[in-house]
């Protein structure tokens, strides 16, 4: 498994019209790319806790950041990023901060 064309495609539409009522009006697209990328991630989880068994029982949809962007101090005030963030880590996203 790996990363679907419908999942680059969502991305680069997205990069072309990054505009909140598109991607509200796609969101069912948004969502099912989603559900793509947790099994992907799932599947990574699973074959590198081969590795690290820390990090074996992560839940994929807590690693994956939100779509989301904070544009507060960006000159790029679009409100969506165009790429899909993931962390995994030992305790979790973010979890070697805490």
């Known amino acids: 498994m790996g990363i679907s064309k ?3 495609k969502f991305l680069e539409q997205l990069s072309l019209h990054n505009e909140t009522e598109r991607f509200h009006a796609n969101r069912d697209r948004y969502d099912e790319v989603r559900k793509e ?3 992907y991630v799932g599947a990574f989880i699973e ?3 081969k590795f690290d068994p820390a990090i ?3 839940d994929p949809k807590k690693t994956i950041f939100r779509i989301n962007k904070d544009s507060r101090f960006s000159k790029d005030k679009s ?3 165009v ?3 993931v962390e995994v ?3 979790g996203r973010r ?4």
């Open 6 to 8: 419908s999942m680059l």
């Open 37 to 39: 990328l947790v099994v």
């Open 47 to 49: 074959h590198m806790s």
């Open 56 to 58: 074996k029982d992560l």
């Open 79 to 81: 409100p969506y990023k």
């Open 83 to 85: 790429n899909f963030g």
């Open 89 to 91: 880590a030992r305790g």
């Open 95 to 98: 979890g070697i901060f805490s």
